[in-house]
């Protein structure tokens, strides 16, 4: 009798889940990205979500919740109804690299979320202020080396690819950098444009602008290839250090428990929305390369990117600021 009932609860619930697919979206859907407006995401996302209200027929409201490192947005979305008005844009700061750096997170990486879809992966792209006398990688390295703990480079925050890309910086160059995290991209820019800092290793999306209008200095990106944004400039491995890549990634999740109705439903929408050329070249105009695939594929990606920064952050040495 308990297992016919068993049977039946499951039925039940399979089909209340369906039926929450097949009336989705009839609100509106909010968009948690845990970084203040400005950075690379909080771009990236703002752009999406308006092709996403035409696609979805609701509004898709973009909901900034910085602070703690990405994971006060984070635990605010893994706790949320799992019916789909909650997504969340999560990275590679969130999902892989915050559960390696610090004992205790209010969130399971993988048991609190289920993957929707990859957005994008981009470099990140070194930059100086004008007044630091380097135009080169080789350049930079040296003037930290003669100058140990007095180059300073901000972050969009503790334990971001943002101060991993510098922490990698300074022990390839043998050199002492001062790390002051920010909360998000656009304070750490703030403070780079105004001389409070002197490095940083930004979005390439955010700081490109400041570079090309000659406020800040670019000297290279930080991924395995030249971007397509800035072909002009070298990668740190070309220019200097072989086998640097330091890079970020983020995607579309949502809490776990979410109707697979509902995730396929998602996954499709972004996905339709990526393969429009308009907003392609636009991302790879902001030095991001487009992703997509399936909830599957981005489910396997972070598991082994936990692998990954468990090995970058303990060789690293790096530790909460």
């Not at 845990?34 to 703002?46: A, N, Y």
């Not at 428990?257 to 996954?267: M, R, S, W």
Request: net charge positive.
């Amino acid at each position: 009798m308990g297992r016919f009932r068993c049977v039946l609860f499951s039925i039940a619930t399979l089909a209340a889940a369906q039926a929450a697919g097949q009336g989705y979206p009839s609100k509106p859907i909010r968009y948690i990205v845990p970084f203040p407006p400005g950075g690379g995401q909080d771009l990236v996302v703002r752009a999406l979500a308006p092709r996403l209200t035409e696609a979805l027929g609701q509004t898709v409201v973009v909901d900034n919740r910085a602070g703690a490192a990405t994971m006060v947005g984070a635990e605010l979305a893994a706790k949320a109804a799992p019916d789909g008005y909650t997504v969340f844009n999560g990275s590679n700061t969130t999902l892989a690299i915050n559960p390696n750096l610090y004992a205790k997170v209010p969130y399971d990486p993988i048991r609190d979320f289920v993957a929707v879809v990859q957005i994008a992966s981009l470099p990140n792209l070194l930059v100086v202020h004008p007044s630091l006398p380097v135009r080169t990688v080789k350049e930079l390295a040296a003037l930290a080396l003669r100058r140990p703990g007095e180059l300073n480079y901000g972050s969009s925050g503790t334990g971001t690819p943002a101060q991993l890309a510098g922490v990698m910086f300074g022990d390839a160059a043998h050199a002492k950098l001062v790390h002051i995290p920010y909360r998000g991209t656009g304070p750490a820019l703030t403070a780079l444009l105004s001389g409070e800092t002197q490095i940083m290793f930004s979005s390439i999306t955010s700081a490109l602008p400041f570079a090309r209008s000659g406020r800040l200095r670019a000297i290279a990106v930080t991924g395995a290839r030249r971007s397509q944004a800035a072909p002009e400039l070298p990668t740190v491995a070309e220019a200097a250090f072989p086998g640097f890549e330091a890079t970020t990634w983020y995607g579309m999740f949502v809490p776990a428990g979410t109707p697979a109705t509902i995730v396929a439903k998602l996954n499709s929408e972004v996905v339709k929305v990526l393969r429009v050329p308009e907003f392609r070249d636009w991302l790879v105009a902001q030095g991001a390369d487009p992703v997509g695939g399936t909830p599957e594929e981005l489910a396997a990606f972070v598991k082994a990117e936990l692998v990954k920064y468990a090995k970058i952050v303990r060789d690293s040495g790096m530790r909460p600021d």
